[in-house]
């Protein structure tokens, strides 16, 4: 089983293409490319990977493929990327289109998705249909990921129309398998207040999980930790996957630990990462 690690939590340090670098130095096998920033709620924030990759700007798709290149020269790959989750945004059907231009253009296949938590199941189909002729043109897979909604009234996580596995369900049975597939997040999905577990959603979704972020929480929060430093049980999670036949990279997505550290920290805490996603694909593979 293949490792990958987001390099959202490296970049703010080092920048995007020593991140890149340093992933494959301490052993992943790929790199998961974040373009949140993309949306113009992001524009001029200068800071971690948006400082060190200015995609809004012309030349971005020049900016992808020299990281592909870096990646690539290092022996490892971009395997996917995260797009835009400003559904407010005034371009963000533009901002989805660049994303996936950039997913292409850095050699990755999937581009991982947030479904609108304010829509309906229709709502969402229909934004999504527009989109898959311009993904089916670069050969893009679009991943939509278990998200929660934050419940304003109780001042609480809750439950949005693609944070559990009935409502996930409704949704991707409304959409081509080809290219809509869907992508766990077991922070998202191990949080207490939404009644509802990573199995629960593997079993429900069976082959349309194949993407992964994996992170840890206290179950309260989204933390967004490294795996097995706080309380989420993977050994289960990791069952349910092999016993559904997952097939994709094991990918962290924790980058709270590079929040308040400095750049000398860098390596030490992807090394850490590293170590927790071998453990998991060691799992895996043991089952």
């Not at 089916?136 to 109780?154: P, Q, S, T």
């Not at 869907?182 to 199995?199: K, M, Q, R, Y």
């Not at 990791?238 to 590079?258: I, M, Q, T």
Request: contains cysteine; negative net charge.
């Amino acid at each position: 089983m293949k490792i990958s690690n987001e390099i959202t939590g490296p970049s703010t340090l080092v920048g995007a293409e020593k991140a890149v670098e340093y992933c494959a130095a301490v052993g992943f096998d790929a790199w998961d490319f974040p373009l949140d920033h993309l949306c113009s709620e992001y524009c001029g924030i200068k800071k971690g990977i948006d400082s060190a990759l200015p995609l809004n700007g012309d030349e971005y798709l020049k900016l992808a493929r020299k990281l592909r290149k870096i990646g690539e020269d290092n022996g490892i790959v971009c395997h996917q990327t995260h797009a835009p989750t400003r559904w407010n945004c005034p371009h963000f059907m533009d901002c989805m289109k660049r994303a996936i231009e950039i997913t292409a253009e850095a050699g990755a296949k999937i581009c991982v998705t947030h479904p609108n938590s304010s829509f309906t199941a229709d709502q969402n189909i229909e934004a999504y249909l527009l989109l898959m002729p311009f993904a089916k043109e670069h050969g893009v897979k679009i991943a939509l990921e278990n998200v929660w909604m934050w419940d304003f009234d109780n001042n609480r996580f809750g439950n949005s129309p693609f944070s559990e596995p009935v409502g996930m369900k409704k949704h991707m049975d409304l959409l081509p398998e080809d290219t809509f597939i869907v992508c766990l997040d077991t922070g998202h999905a191990e949080i207490g207040d939404l009644n509802t577990s990573a199995v629960e959603i593997v079993k429900a979704m069976g082959g349309r999980v194949q993407a992964l972020h994996l992170q840890d929480t206290d179950r309260r929060q989204d933390n967004h930790e490294i795996p097995f430093t706080m309380d989420i049980p993977f050994a289960p999670i990791v069952r349910a996957l092999k016993e559904n036949g997952y097939s994709g990279y094991f990918s962290l997505e924790a980058f709270r630990p590079f929040e308040n550290r400095d750049a000398v920290d860098t390596l030490d805490i992807m090394k850490k990462q590293y170590a927790a996603a071998k453990q998991l694909a060691v799992m895996f593979e043991n089952i």
